[in-house]
Each structure stands twice: as C-alpha cells, then as structure tokens.
C-alpha cells in the first residue's frame, strides 16, 4: 500500500511540476514579446478604447477613409501566433509608418477571449487566430477581408510579409 501511495504521489508532483513549468514558460514568454496587455473590464465607453486599442490607435486620420488591420488571438498563444503578431507587427511599422502615423491606417492587437471582444466572432466570422484588414469610410466598415492565407504562409516570413504588405496597400488603394 505504501508503494502505491509514493507512486501516486511522485505522479502528482510531477504532473504539477510539469503545470507550473509550462505557466513560467509562456509568462516569460509573454514578457519577452511585450504581449503581455491586459484591459480592465470596464476600459470602455465613458473610459475611452480598450487599453489595448488605445496602445497602438493613432489619432483620427485627417480625411473620412481609414483602413483598420487587426489581429485577433486569444488567451492561448503558440509559436506561430506569435509570429503572426510580430511579422505583422514588423511590416505595418516599417513599409506603412507614414499611415500609422497620419492615421489613415490603425494596427490593433484583440484578445478575443476578452468578454468586450466577443463580437468580432462574429463580426468577423473568426474561427481561430486571424489577420483582418477593414476599410472605414467616416466611422464605418464598408469592407473588410480576413487573411486567411497566413497559417499558410508563416513558414516562410518574406513571403508573409509581402502578402501583408499587398493586401494594405489594396486597401490603402496603393496597388
């Protein structure tokens, strides 16, 4: 009996050893990638945007028409989320910094497992991690795209990055 007993118990030390290993590992993770955002549940309204949003929202482009590029992930975060965000994340800032600065375009990074971000489910008919690239003409969606081609993609950054690149500039009406 005590052999089974120190058995079952070694199992659960490890089993546990093994939870907590796992936690520290994407914490740091987090960490490292500055992924780490979090917004209090009543970050909206009278409040203004989501925390989030408001990290990485420019002020009101001059004229009516802006383009949106949202990421959307959720609570749990893989190697290749995680390059989806900062592959994105790497072109957006450096072929398109002159429209995220003026306005016209907006990168937002949405943890939809978060209860005010429930929508873009279905909003966006989103059935996992997704890059999303909307048009708004004077505070309005009037098209929008998920680009589904990126779990396809993410092996090979390059080609990633210009299929990013591509699909802004359409909707920035670059071609």
């Not at 990633?160 to 920035?172: A, R, S, W």
Request: hydrophobic letters at 40%; aromatic letters at 10%.
């Amino acid at each position: 009996m005590k052999t089974k007993t120190i058995i079952a118990i070694a199992l659960l030390v490890f089993v546990f050893t093994s939870i907590a290993y796992l936690i520290a590992k994407e914490l740091r993770a987090l960490a490292q990638s500055g992924s780490a955002r979090t917004c209090p549940p009543a970050a909206t309204n009278d409040a203004g945007p989501c925390c989030e949003e408001a990290m990485f929202a420019k002020p009101p482009a001059k004229s009516s028409q802006k383009v949106v590029v949202y990421y959307f992930h959720n609570n749990f975060r893989c190697a290749k989320c995680r390059k989806f965000e900062s592959y994105s994340d790497e072109v957006l800032r450096s072929a398109f910094s002159d429209a995220l600065n003026d306005g016209s375009l907006e990168w937002k990074i949405i943890n939809i497992d978060e209860p005010m971000n429930k929508h873009f489910v279905s909003d966006y008919q989103l059935l996992t991690k997704s890059i999303v690239v909307a048009k708004m003409q004077d505070g309005k969606q009037t098209e929008w795209k998920n680009l589904n081609k990126i779990w396809e993609l993410v092996g090979n950054k390059a080609v990633f990055v210009k299929y990013i690149q591509d699909e802004v500039n359409t909707y920035l009406g670059a071609d």
